[in-house]
């Protein structure tokens, strides 16, 4: 074969090639849907379009095709899509059209259920139930045993259970998702316990707000922001949290603005946590929060102020999965815990049968700001190994950390602590040296490295930033560039406070 006739040869296979997938492309439908002039007898047209969800449901979808919904117009009834596949590059795309967003009126029920699907994109969408306590009893949307699925620009509120539910499935992107006004949480990643089968799931730029609570779950937390549960490789980035958690039903572990539990490899990053709540007398109502089986798992870029429990919690509980090797770095929590039963801005909570279950933790680069109650919480039971807190600014009103870790093995060192009314005071003592060398923490190879200095942060304890997105111009926690604490490794350095900055 000439070298001539080989590159004609391509040149008319690449042609053939894309014609056919051009073709393939014209071929694809799309489907337009209208309540007021629509019928599900016709083709679905834009001068002759379908109705109602009902029909749409009943359609067996395909890679390319499109369903558009009329903007500003209320579908009543649920979207159920089963073994409908469109594919990664080639999604079947589910949105509005014309002016507004077009709203699935759930009533009672469920909004959208995407079941064993693939490749779908939903976008720009209202899904609106009757009420966590007006009848409704079911999540709004819906991602089960599914994979590659997006949900862009999606305003959920009014159902009993979750705004959003991926259970079991993978590659899901949920972005630009407001979830409020729901009972259980704003947003739920969930799979069979302790099997982590939801992997590869991303959350971002999302707002879950006034998710009260589920008012028939007796038994355990809800009003959740959102939570990421029974999973592995999960990023939650630039997410909001405010409001939730004030109507839980019961006594007893409560609901938290963002966290994981029995996960793997989670990031959450860039997340503002704030004004959270438990029910009255209810434990937990935090900001962010490391909870049971948790592992290699980070916190960092968050702000967290005014949650009625703990801005950052590292908790076990009895049964779980071993909880490892995870980090907490370049954090901010202000005034946070001043109503659940930690008093303090981070929290350490273990009711492992021992330390085997519960170890090693890096917390780093913190700032830790409570001029309300104290910095830092050991529950009574706390048998940890490993835990490392380094290079973090602690800042209590009176007494600095309540209780202590059960083994006293916790290593502290080039952290500063201050008390607000009394300098420095930590389990009965005034003075840093003394606590040192009693306790044995803050030194190295005999040598002092804690500090006892005043930050004079520009303005603490007067956050009121209200979304992820205002954090890059959060300047509150800046030091004075007279600081003494400037030239030391607190500030200074890989792990120092300097390095907050909110993208």
């Not at 014309?98 to 029920?109: E, F, P, Q, T, V």
């Not at 089960?144 to 620009?153: F, L, Q």
């Amino acid at each position: 074969m000439s070298l001539k006739f080989f590159l004609t040869y391509c040149v008319a296979l690449a042609l053939s090639m894309w014609c056919t997938m051009a073709f393939a492309q014209m071929r694809a439908k799309t489907y337009y849907v209208n309540a007021r002039t629509g019928n599900d007898d016709n083709p679905g047209t834009i001068a002759r379009p379908l109705r109602s969800l009902e029909k749409i449901s009943s359609l067996q979808l395909k890679a390319g095709e499109c369903v558009l919904f009329k903007g500003g117009q209320v579908f009543e009834g649920t979207l159920y899509l089963h073994n409908i596949n469109g594919s990664v590059k080639n999604p079947i795309i589910i949105t509005s059209y014309g002016r507004g967003k077009s709203i699935l009126n759930a009533r009672d029920s469920a909004g959208i259920i995407l079941e064993k699907c693939t490749g779908i994109t939903l976008r720009n969408l209202g899904l609106t139930g009757s009420g966590r306590k007006a009848g409704n009893t079911r999540n709004g949307l819906t991602v089960k045993h599914s994979n590659h699925i997006a949900a862009d620009d999606l305003n959920i509120s009014g159902f009993q259970k979750s705004g959003l539910l991926i259970y079991s499935s993978q590659y899901i992107n949920a972005k630009n998702v407001f979830a409020h006004d729901n009972g259980s949480a704003g947003i739920t990643v969930e799979a069979p316990y302790q099997t982590r089968e939801s992997t590869h799931i991303t959350i971002s730029n999302c707002r879950a707000e006034n998710n009260p609570g589920d008012p028939t779950n007796l038994t355990n937390h809800s009003g959740n922001g959102i939570v990421a549960g029974d999973c592995r490789n999960v990023l939650i980035d630039h997410c909001t949290a405010t409001n939730n958690g004030w109507d839980m039903p019961r006594i007893g572990n409560g609901p938290v603005g963002i966290w994981a539990y029995e996960a793997d490899s989670v990031m959450i990053q860039y997340c503002l946590s704030y004004q959270n709540k438990t029910s009255k007398g209810g434990a937990d109502g935090g900001g962010f929060d490391f909870d049971g089986g948790v592992t290699n798992s980070i916190i960092q870029y968050c702000m967290s102020y005014g949650n009625q429990g703990s801005g950052y919690c590292i908790f076990q509980y009895w049964g779980a999965d071993p909880w490892y090797n995870n980090i907490i770095r370049f954090n901010i929590s202000e005034n946070d815990g001043t109503v659940s039963d930690s008093q303090a801005g981070i929290y350490v909570w273990n009711v492992a049968e021992s330390s085997k279950d519960f170890h090693d933790c890096d917390v780093y680069g913190n700032i830790i700001y409570n001029d309300k109650v104290s910095a830092f919480c050991w529950s009574k039971t706390s048998d940890s190994h490993g835990m490392r807190f380094y290079n973090n600014i602690f800042v209590g009103r009176d007494s600095l950390m309540r209780g202590r870790d059960k083994v006293g093995e916790a290593q502290y060192h080039d952290n500063d602590w201050w008390s607000i009314n009394k300098g420095f005071y930590i389990d009965g003592f005034t003075n840093i040296n003394s606590w040192a060398k009693q306790s044995g923490k803050e030194q190295r190879n005999g040598k002092m490295v804690g500090l006892n200095i005043n930050p004079q942060f520009k303005k603490p304890g007067a956050a009121r930033v209200t979304s992820a997105m205002q954090l890059k111009y959060f300047t509150n926690y800046q030091l004075p560039a007279n600081s003494p604490l400037r030239s030391k490794p607190v500030y200074n350095g890989k792990y120092g406070v300097k390095n907050i900055k909110f993208d």
